[in-house]
């Protein structure tokens, strides 16, 4: 089974409903369960994003952005959802997520960047887009091209639909 990065859009008070449950439940379960409506399985697709838009000469206030959409922050704690045998993310680093205001600003910045532009600027044979991209490029059904294009899209809506629910995103590696 590959561990693939998830992301969940959630209110802050389904979070915070969720660490009640740990609270007062004798084994510490969350209740953890987002509907799958507000999940994104971005697989493994971090990695070969930030290759791509590295590749592409993406600015670093965007490229920050992306980590932080990939990434999350510490600031809310999560360590409720860390706890076996109700971890949520048991092969990866602990939990992570961004507040509302943060998902905006990722929206916002996400929604910036031309990714077809980024795509543009790698070799046109895919074979050796792969090779540039690295990190198992080369072994995408389909070429890689359309693979982080998809997921680019995905994530950024993703974040659209978050900011503009004002909600918070969870990360985590499962």
């Known amino acids: 089974m590959a561990v693939t990065q998830q992301l969940a859009r959630i209110p802050a ?14 084994d510490g379960d969350p209740l953890w369960d987002p509907p799958s409506a507000n999940v994104l399985d971005l697989d493994w697709a971090p990695f070969l994003l930030e290759r791509v838009c590295e590749l592409g000469g993406l600015d670093d206030v965007h490229r920050s952005a992306l980590r932080q959409a990939f990434d999350g922050d510490t600031a809310i704690d999560l360590a409720f959802l860390n706890t076996p045998p109700h971890a949520i993310g048991p092969f990866g ?41 690295g990190n198992g490029a080369d072994k995408i059904v389909g070429g890689p091209k359309k693979y982080v294009l998809g997921h680019f899209n995905a994530l950024r809506e993703f974040y659209r639909v978050a900011s503009q629910r004002q909600l918070l995103v969870v990360l985590w590696w499962d």
Request: charged share 15%; net charge negative.
């Open 13 to 26: 008070e389904y979070l915070a409903s969720c660490r009640q449950s740990a609270d007062v439940s004798t």
């Open 93 to 133: 680093p602990a939990p992570t997520a961004l507040s509302a205001g943060q998902v905006a600003r990722v929206a916002e910045l996400l929604g910036q960047i031309d990714f077809p532009a980024l795509l543009a600027a790698l070799p046109t044979d895919e074979a050796e887009a792969a090779s540039l991209i």
